[in-house]
């Protein structure tokens, strides 16, 4: 409780709690970094930070979720409840992480703005009924959207501001987030990702989190399961008086609206089990220092009147009780806010249950808390770095392709516009395939004014299994050795068929984008080729090997085709040529597999 609202300030608990987190997930950052580069040779910092970021805030949205249902279960899961707005403005931090670089990663340095592309990228399939190729990249914004309203209205302003009813719906949006989360993985990362155990983890999450809202639920109903037959000048009997004890509250069901009882000095009040705060529940708190304290967040209430104790001003409605015959009795008629209750003797008042309670604010945690506490951080400690691990193993391999970024070299040849651009090397033993900077193919009017010239330019080298790549730096101008026009070399036809595989942009399947194939990449793609980069069709073997065709038309001019078929299965009818090394395949006709 805080009677001003000003900046945050930590008490030794609650620093206990953030370093505990930070560590965690610096625990898993290590244990997931360290596997993948074990494993994973070739991975790029930038894919590193997505995967991580994207596992990190999966993880930490389940823990969050399941904190309210175990604090129900369990009281001793009650500091975690306190301090949870920490983790939620940790997950949104995470998951924005995990945004930003994906955005930079698969859409900006296009033919559109990073943001439009993020809708637009491959719109044709919003209407096209094949789920499976629904984009996925909308509902992970959808609940960015909501983690950020989440993480930007935590603080107690807002919810006085807002009201609690508002405040309190706002924050239920975390499981439409759940649920948006949930659907962005299974159309996105699950689709490109091979491991079965993914799929098989996300959705033990899943059922893991159902399960404990359920036994949440039932054990809530058991505990409102009160005999209300008898009554008394409209009082209704919920307890026998064996069942209250001394300073420890009980949550009872009066005409439709949940109740606390407590008892205090001998004597039992009935206060709304809603607190003022966040609607916490007022029944499963106790008494400390005299006022009944809401066990999520410890505000606290005078169980004779139901108010705050000065200088705050929350007032909680409180209710007549009669014991009659053993029995308690509560009327559903609320007294007018402020009224001071003389509430009921109890007869044979027990003394508290020995289960101890706390809440975040109080210095020192007791010992059976603690104890609890610091059992489960050392399980954690012990499960993160596993969990995190395994996730990192079973995740795709890294493409072997390279990129040599930032490594500025002489490249001498014949360049040729047609039938890809490509510059050969003057005895024709090297061909280099030509794209521009960023997501863009190499410059047209380059490509026209030197075609079948002997030229000396600047660029960056990259290559896989063989066949290489240049992406021409834009700072520099190609100087022309020889004016001669050399005609392009004749290719080696191998033969008609049909080519089944996937459309990819040649540059990120060659090495600049490691993994470069699958839905996750369909974006990145699609923006590659709209910006004149090479397609090609990733033909897989048996062993899951991978051998891409270049893809021009019929007569070897460019390929007139939809870019937004990136990453998507085709069937190309088509004639098969060699030239200098670089498969060719000519499309005489192109169609969707389902």
């Not at 649920?179 to 689709?191: D, K, S, T």
Request: proline residues 7%; glycine residues 10%.
């Amino acid at each position: 409780m805080s009677l001003t609202y000003r900046a945050i300030s930590w008490n030794p608990q609650k620093k206990l709690y953030d370093v505990t987190l930070v560590g965690l997930l610096l625990l898993g950052l290590a244990a997931f970094a360290g596997v993948s580069l074990i494993f994973k040779p070739g991975i790029t910092p930038e894919t590193l930070i997505i995967r991580w970021s994207a596992v990190s805030a999966l993880v930490l949205l389940h823990f969050i979720l399941a904190i309210g249902p175990l604090a129900r279960l369990n009281p001793h899961f009650l500091p975690l409840l306190y301090n949870r707005r920490h983790l939620g403005v940790t997950l949104f931090a995470l998951a924005f992480l995990h945004a930003a670089f994906a955005t930079l990663q698969f859409h900006a340095g296009g033919d559109q703005f990073a943001l439009v592309s993020i809708f637009t990228a491959y719109s044709r399939d919003y209407t096209s009924g094949e789920w499976a190729h629904f984009p996925f990249e909308i509902f992970g914004f959808g609940a960015l959207c909501i983690f950020f309203l989440m993480a930007a209205t935590s603080h107690d302003f807002w919810l006085k501001t807002l009201g609690p009813s508002v405040w309190k719906m706002l924050h239920l949006g975390v499981y439409v987030a759940y649920g948006l989360v949930l659907i962005h993985v299974l159309l996105g990362a699950l689709q490109s990702e091979r491991h079965p155990a993914l799929a098989i983890l996300l959705g033990v999450g899943f059922l893991f989190l159902t399960a404990l809202h359920v036994a949440a639920r039932v054990r809530e109903i058991q505990k409102n399961r009160v005999n209300r037959e008898a009554e008394a000048d409209g009082f209704q009997r919920v307890l026998s008086a064996g069942e209250l004890h001394e300073g420890v509250g009980r949550v009872v069901q009066v005409g439709g609206e949940k109740i606390a009882l407590f008892a205090q000095d001998g004597r039992v009040f009935a206060l709304s089990n809603v607190c003022r705060h966040q609607g916490g529940p007022i029944g499963e708190g106790r008494i400390l220092a005299g006022c009944v304290t809401c066990p999520w967040h410890g505000y606290q209430y005078l169980a004779k009147d139901g108010c705050s104790p000065p200088p705050f001003h929350e007032i909680l409605p409180t209710y007549r009780v009669r014991i009659l015959e053993n029995a308690i009795y509560v009327h559903p008629q609320a007294f007018p806010p402020g009224t001071e209750s003389p509430g009921e003797p109890l007869p044979d008042v027990k003394p508290a249950l020995s289960d101890e309670f706390y809440v975040g604010w109080q210095r020192s945690a007791p010992m059976s808390v603690s104890g609890f506490l610091r059992r489960m951080v050392i399980g954690l400690a012990l499960f993160v770095p596993i969990l995190f691990g395994t996730i990192a193993w079973m995740q795709n391999p890294i493409d072997p392709g390279t990129f040599e970024f930032g490594v500025v070299k002489d490249f001498e040849g014949i360049l040729h516009d047609q039938p890809v651009p490509m510059l050969i090397s003057a005895d024709r033993s090297q061909p280099y395939l030509l794209v521009g900077a960023g997501k863009f193919g190499p410059p047209p009017d380059l490509l026209s004014e030197f075609d079948g010239q002997r030229v000396r330019l600047k660029g960056s080298l990259i290559h896989r299994d063989g066949t290489a790549m240049i992406e021409i730096n834009a700072s520099s101008t190609p100087a022309v050795v020889s004016e001669e026009r050399i005609a392009p070399p004749s290719s080696v036809m191998i033969g008609s068929g049909t080519f089944v595989g996937e459309l990819v942009d040649t540059k990120c399947f060659l090495g600049v984008m490691r993994p470069a194939t699958g839905k996750v990449h369909r974006a990145c793609a699609v923006r590659c080729l709209s910006g004149g980069i090479a397609p090609g069709l990733l033909v897989r073997g048996a062993d899951d090997s991978g051998v891409v065709y270049f893809l021009v038309g019929p007569d070897g001019d460019p390929l007139d085709y939809d870019v937004q078929l990136a990453a998507r299965t085709l069937k190309i009818e088509g004639t098969l040529e060699i030239l200098n090394g670089v498969p060719i395949l000519k499309s005489h006709s192109l169609s969707t597999v389902e």
